[in-house]
């Protein structure tokens, strides 16, 4: 060992070498070799390039259920999807579902999640029975609510009775029907928010709340000054989440409404599938349909991801 040290007592620095600078055959810190990251490859493209790449060849493309990619049509799919009134008014109706259940649910976790925190650190048993929601599958939830507010023997009949509807059927009407749908969503997914942004709310550091309760900051100016702008990125994860979920709701229309009272609960993820999978069975069109809401899901979703840009702008 000592023949190997200079005469300062030191290793002499090898030859050759530059400090931070890769051994050739050494992979660097950080970096997968294409062989590892080879499989996870192949599996993206499989589940997602694949699937993106047919869609877009159907919306292209005379077919049908039996006989798909029959002839090349252009853009005559998007275009008849694009003014097809029916799809047209069930791209609103699932923005305006989307964006009502988002908004509700998120407002509403939020509130549960600040209660729940007051209480302390741990999620309790009060917190896991405000899960049970989430945790039931879309198909028992329609049914359960579809149960409840039948106008004879449902759980709601003895409450509409006593608020002077005897006999009340939300479901018969366009309107309450749709309000329904929201609600039923927004009881089922409030608890992914809750849980979300509890766990937000573990981040944020207890000196900054007792600066705030030393200078004679309340509750709501310390919710808004201290707690806010911590777990405000996170909401607005949150919110996307929720819009996301909301956009894509198939479940519980086909279970409660089948679209109706008349098309009144027809959103798009339902009218892509009659389009496709009843009738005709147009599997170009409702191909063409897809990209066009996509479309419209994107904007959407960019638009919450700017907010969420900008909430995490201000928190720095």
């Not at 600066?211 to 607005?236: E, K, M, Q, Y």
């Not at 999978?277 to 899901?297: D, H, K, P, Q």
């Given at each position: 060992?000592?023949?190997?040290?200079?005469g300062?007592?030191?290793?002499?620095?090898?030859?050759?070498?530059v400090?931070g600078?890769?051994?050739?055959?050494?992979?660097?810190?950080?970096?997968?070799?294409?062989?590892?990251?080879?499989?996870?490859?192949?599996?993206?493209?499989?589940?997602?390039?694949?699937?993106?790449?047919?869609?877009?060849?159907?919306?292209?493309t005379?077919?049908?259920?039996?006989?798909?990619?029959?002839?090349?049509?252009g853009?005559?799919n998007?275009?008849?999807?694009?003014?097809?009134?029916?799809?047209?008014?069930?791209?609103?109706?699932?923005?305006?579902?989307?964006?009502?259940?988002?908004?509700?649910?998120?407002?509403?976790?939020?509130?549960?999640?600040?209660?729940?925190?007051?209480?302390?650190?741990?999620?309790?048993?009060v917190?896991?029975?405000?899960?049970?929601?989430?945790?039931t599958?879309?198909?028992?939830?329609?049914?359960?609510?579809?149960?409840?507010?039948?106008?004879?023997?449902?759980?709601?009949?003895?409450?509409?009775?006593?608020?002077?509807f005897?006999?009340?059927?939300?479901?018969?009407?366009?309107?309450?029907?749709?309000?329904?749908?929201?609600?039923?969503?927004v009881?089922?997914?409030?608890?992914?928010?809750?849980?979300?942004?509890?766990?937000?709310?573990?981040?944020?550091?207890?000196?900054?709340?007792?600066a705030?309760?030393?200078?004679?900051a309340?509750?709501?100016?310390?919710?808004?000054?201290?707690?806010?702008?911590?777990?405000?990125?996170?909401?607005?994860?949150?919110?996307?989440?929720?819009?996301v979920?909301?956009?894509?709701?198939?479940d519980?229309?086909?279970?409660?409404?089948?679209?109706?009272?008349?098309?009144?609960?027809?959103?798009?993820?339902?009218?892509?599938?009659?389009?496709?999978?009843?009738?005709?069975?147009?599997?170009?069109?409702?191909?063409?349909?897809?990209?066009?809401?996509?479309?419209?899901?994107?904007?959407?979703?960019?638009?919450?991801?700017?907010?969420?840009?900008?909430?995490?702008?201000?928190d720095?």
């Amino acid at each position: 060992m000592t023949q190997l040290l200079d005469g300062r007592g030191t290793l002499p620095r090898q030859r050759g070498r530059v400090p931070g600078r890769a051994v050739p055959g050494r992979h660097r810190p950080g970096h997968v070799s294409t062989w590892l990251a080879a499989p996870s490859l192949a599996g993206l493209a499989l589940m997602l390039v694949y699937p993106t790449v047919f869609v877009v060849a159907l919306a292209v493309t005379k077919s049908s259920l039996a006989r798909p990619l029959q002839r090349f049509t252009g853009t005559d799919n998007l275009v008849e999807a694009w003014e097809s009134l029916a799809f047209a008014g069930s791209l609103v109706r699932s923005v305006v579902f989307a964006v009502l259940a988002a908004l509700a649910a998120t407002a509403l976790g939020v509130v549960l999640a600040l209660l729940l925190h007051a209480r302390g650190t741990r999620f309790g048993v009060v917190g896991t029975i405000l899960l049970l929601p989430l945790v039931t599958p879309p198909v028992m939830v329609g049914v359960a609510w579809k149960l409840m507010l039948a106008p004879v023997g449902g759980a709601f009949g003895g409450l509409f009775s006593a608020l002077g509807f005897p006999g009340a059927n939300p479901l018969g009407d366009s309107v309450g029907a749709f309000g329904a749908l929201v609600v039923m969503h927004v009881w089922q997914w409030t608890p992914l928010v809750t849980l979300l942004v509890f766990a937000a709310l573990l981040g944020v550091p207890e000196e900054l709340r007792e600066a705030a309760a030393l200078d004679g900051a309340g509750a709501f100016r310390s919710f808004t000054h201290v707690v806010w702008p911590v777990i405000a990125p996170n909401v607005f994860s949150v919110l996307l989440l929720e819009l996301v979920i909301g956009l894509k709701v198939f479940d519980l229309v086909t279970v409660v409404t089948q679209g109706g009272p008349g098309v009144s609960t027809i959103v798009s993820s339902f009218e892509i599938f009659r389009t496709g999978m009843r009738g005709s069975y147009e599997i170009g069109t409702a191909a063409a349909e897809t990209l066009v809401f996509g479309l419209v899901v994107g904007v959407l979703t960019t638009v919450v991801t700017l907010l969420r840009a900008r909430a995490v702008r201000a928190d720095r």
